[in-house]
Nanobody, 115 residues
Framework: QVQLVESGGGLVQAGGSLRLSCAAS????????MGWYRQAPGKQRELVARIFSGGSTNYANSVKDRFTISRDNAKNTVYLQMDSLKPEDTAVYYC?????????WGQGTQVTVSS
């Protein structure tokens, strides 16, 4: 089992920044992917950004050039630096850890961007 603890959500004005953190613990495999998904009210959960243990990354087109994902493998922690935030970024953000066994999810953290 893998446990994920998220932090860093909150309320920010449009154009501002937030940094999300997610620490994984438990049975961690060296080959994995960690990332962030988000779900806005009435919408499906969508991938925001993902980073693999080797360092490669994926981003949703809507956040490219504004969000940066990074990880500290020694701490099993993934970060999401969110800059130039827009009201449409408002959602619950979920941390995800995936390996050959499947996916594990955090409890979610609310990000609200006011206009």
């Amino acid at each position: 089992q893998v446990q994920l603890v998220e932090s860093g959500g909150g309320l920010v004005q449009a154009g501002g920044s937030l940094r999300l953190s997610c620490a994984a613990s438990g049975s961690i495999f060296s080959i994995n992917a960690m990332g962030w998904y988000r779900q806005a009210p009435g919408k499906q959960r969508e991938l925001v950004a993902r980073i693999f243990s080797g360092g490669s990354t994926n981003y949703a087109n809507s956040v490219k050039d504004r969000f940066t994902i990074s990880r500290d493998n020694a701490k099993n922690t993934v970060y999401l630096q969110m800059d130039s935030l827009k009201p449409e970024d408002t959602a619950v953000y979920y941390c995800n850890y995936g390996d050959w066994r499947g996916d594990y999810w955090g409890q979610g953290t609310q990000v609200t961007v006011s206009s």
